[in-house]
């Protein structure tokens, strides 16, 4: 009895001390959102004529903060969607009685004030985006300490550490647990921006980023696949081409604790009244063991591939009055030697497509970059390029104009050359003699037009009507005679 007796009144005291700073905290609340509708129809995105997609969608993002002073705040973000008019198991279906809400935020944002090395720490789930997306752009639960030294010309060199946990399926085994790294460094002196970063993903003994379908918007869980499991998950980027002793068949795993991705990159920016440009260069580096088996699912050995892939972005802009011109292109490595891996030789066994650590969204334009309408992530039939999320094996010459015709309205126009950096296939002709596939091979996919008019309709609404043409080329998928894509939409849009 005693006991309880001392416990009740220390609680009772640590209340009555707490009590008079609790109510003296003043909570200061904030909100803004945004709400999108969009109406769209896309046909032919399979390359095929016909699988036209008419949808009717909306999203609604709340943003709830909660600040106690300057230097703390709890943040927070609600998602109500993707709902499809109609959708099954949606609020879009008859009923509205779905369940749609997603916290996709919800950290604590502090500072601790020291002198001229401010630090600030931000932990929960929260969102990060690193080198406009060629990095990591999603939300994360991460620990991120920043600090932005006071004096430096341009408003502050910003030093950044943090680490994400973006996979841990079992507590008890870390073998299917993907952790990640970064270090980034921001100077700004204007006119100029300059950051470089490091970011190291271990991905313990699962396949991710090494197997193209680790990576998806909405990312998915990344599991390890064995001999005996070739149908319940990914497999790995080799499944039918380097590693596997039968071609056809997939035969290479990853080794439990041998995935490691690293990137490096620099990025620098200029921007002028007049002039704005930009350079991005990301280096993929680190490797990943795989161990192959016989078709009697036997070990055979195991072979080390480097992650060698690389990327550059590069464009530039001139305003001049009430229009703007821009020139503008990026260039991703591709898997070299197809043609050598689908006929049974296997000179190379690195990963030298550019990959990307879980997980990113890249948009560029309409149709193969994803754009307004982001319901369908074109690729080839057999991941030997992507575009939207994850451009991989691609390189694109982009040329915009945008005109602001009245201060409400403004029109846009771009144009999209697409090609492969390295070759894919463009055609299956069947089996030769020694029962590996015949193939036709290209590295064209095609020419894109954008054309977008947004238009104030009142106070913070604004509408979004967009037109994109794609005529494809051999490169577009692998099959005989690919049709031309399209696709026509429009997009309600509130900030507020």
Request: net charge negative; charged share 20%; with cysteine.
């Amino acid at each position: 009895m005693k006991k309880f007796l001392v416990v009740g009144f220390i609680v009772f005291v640590a209340i009555a001390v707490a009590a008079p700073a609790m109510a003296a905290t003043k909570i200061d609340f904030s909100y803004g959102g945004v709400i999108r509708t969009r109406v769209f129809n896309q046909s032919n995105f399979s390359g095929l004529d016909g699988g036209d997609s008419l949808r009717w969608d909306y999203r609604m993002r709340l943003y709830l903060t909660f600040a106690a002073s300057e230097n703390l705040k709890l943040v927070t973000k609600f998602e109500v969607g993707d709902v499809v008019a109609g959708g099954p198991n949606t609020t879009g279906r008859v009923g509205a009685d779905g369940k749609d809400i997603e916290v996709k935020n919800a950290y604590v944002d502090f500072n601790i004030p020291n002198g001229l090395l401010p630090l600030n720490l931000k932990a929960g789930t929260q969102g990060l985006v690193f080198f406009d997306s060629w990095v990591i752009d999603d939300d994360f639960t991460a620990a991120y300490l920043s600090s932005t030294v006071t004096g430096v010309a341009g408003g502050g060199t910003k030093v950044g550490l943090g680490f994400i946990k973006a996979q841990e399926p079992n507590t008890f085994n870390s073998e299917l647990d993907i952790d990640q790294y970064f270090v980034h460094v921001d100077y700004p002196c204007k006119p100029w921006f300059l950051s470089a970063i490091g970011f190291w993903q271990y991905g313990n003994g699962t396949a991710v980023s090494a197997d193209p379908q680790t990576l998806n918007t909405p990312v998915v869980g990344v599991i390890q696949r064995t001999i005996d499991s070739e149908i319940d998950g990914p497999t790995n980027y080799f499944r039918r081409a380097l590693l596997a002793p039968n071609s056809l068949r997939p035969a290479a795993f990853v080794k439990g604790g041998q995935n490691n991705l690293i990137d490096l990159g620099v990025t620098g920016k200029y921007k002028t009244d007049v002039w704005s440009a930009y350079l991005t260069f990301v280096k993929n580096l680190g490797s990943v063991d795989f161990k192959r088996y016989d078709e009697d699912g036997r070990a055979i050995d195991t072979v080390t591939s480097d992650y060698t892939g690389w990327m550059v972005d590069a464009g530039g802009s001139y305003y001049c009055g009430p229009w703007t011109f821009s020139l503008a292109g990026f260039y991703t490595s591709g898997p070299e030697e197809v043609e050598s891996a689908f006929s049974g030789r296997r000179p190379n066994v690195d990963v030298d497509t550019f990959t990307y650590p879980l997980a990113t969204s890249k948009y560029f334009s309409e149709i193969i970059g994803g754009g307004i309408f982001d319901n369908t992530a074109p690729s080839h039939d057999d991941l030997q390029w992507r575009g939207y999320g994850f451009p991989t094996n691609l390189w694109t010459v982009n040329l915009g104009a945008a005109w602001q015709v009245l201060p409400d309205t403004k029109l846009g126009f771009g144009y999209w050359y697409f090609s492969t950096a390295e070759d894919v296939i463009s055609e299956v002709r069947g089996f030769n003699a020694n029962g590996f596939l015949n193939v036709n091979l290209d590295t064209s996919i095609g020419h894109e037009f954008n054309l977008n008019l947004t238009q104030k309709v009142v106070d913070g609404l604004m509408l979004d009507v967009v037109g994109a043409y794609l005529i494809t080329d051999d490169a577009y998928s692998s099959a005989i005679d690919e049709d031309d894509v399209f696709e026509i939409g429009a997009r309600l849009q509130w900030s507020f």
